[in-house]
């Protein structure tokens, strides 16, 4: 069965940015849990073939750097309605996939991501931090039959999970 992962930009930089929402940075925390998540994803075989991203500069940001530490490469298709997109907008993105695409990744914001999460497992709160990243399976085996509450949620992961991994080699 397909396989969906919703994954949040990382921190972005608030404080001190007075430019358009759309073209706000990620802060140093940001970078680090985009790269964190990048080598998680790749260390536990989840690389998506088709990659649906926003075009916002977090979220390019942040899947640049995810595919770059984690050493992956997936086909992207930049989405401007993936902006602040809510769950039909997303819906319709995949509906229309072809069934060749067995793992497919959304980069984009919340509440989207949280209310798409919501909307594919048949309810309940979910909230997806930034740079937080969940895993649904899809009960059909087309793209086409996505339907709400038909995904079994498999994991919802943070990098505040997982320790950063120290590069240098000091004690």
């Known amino acids: 069965m ?3 992962l919703l994954f949040r930009h ?3 930089d608030r404080a001190g940015f007075s430019g358009d929402d759309f073209e706000r940075p990620l802060n140093q925390r940001g970078v680090a849990a985009a ?3 990048g080598g998680l994803l790749a260390g536990a075989g989840q690389i998506p073939g088709l990659v ?3 075009t916002a500069l977090r979220a390019r940001s942040t899947l640049d750097l995810a595919m770059a530490s984690g050493g992956w490469h997936s086909s992207v ?3 401007r309605s993936l902006y602040l997109a809510g769950p039909e907008t997303m819906r319709r993105h995949l509906i229309d996939l072809p069934d060749e695409h067995s793992l497919v990744m959304i980069v984009a914001h919340e509440p989207g991501l949280s209310e798409m ?3 594919l497992v048949g309810g309940g709160a979910h909230r997806m931090p930034t740079a ?3 895993r649904v399976d899809l009960a059909a085996p ?3 039959n996505l339907a709400e509450g038909r995904c079994e949620l498999q994991w919802l992961v943070t990098p505040r999970l997982f320790p950063a991994v120290r590069t240098d080699n000091r004690s």
């Open 77 to 79: 298709r930049h989405e």
């Open 35 to 37: 790269r964190r998540m």
């Open 2 to 4: 397909p396989g969906l």
């Open 10 to 12: 990382a921190k972005s």
């Open 117 to 119: 999460l919501g909307w």
């Open 52 to 54: 649906l991203c926003s």
């Open 132 to 134: 937080a990243v969940a």
């Open 142 to 144: 087309r793209w086409g």
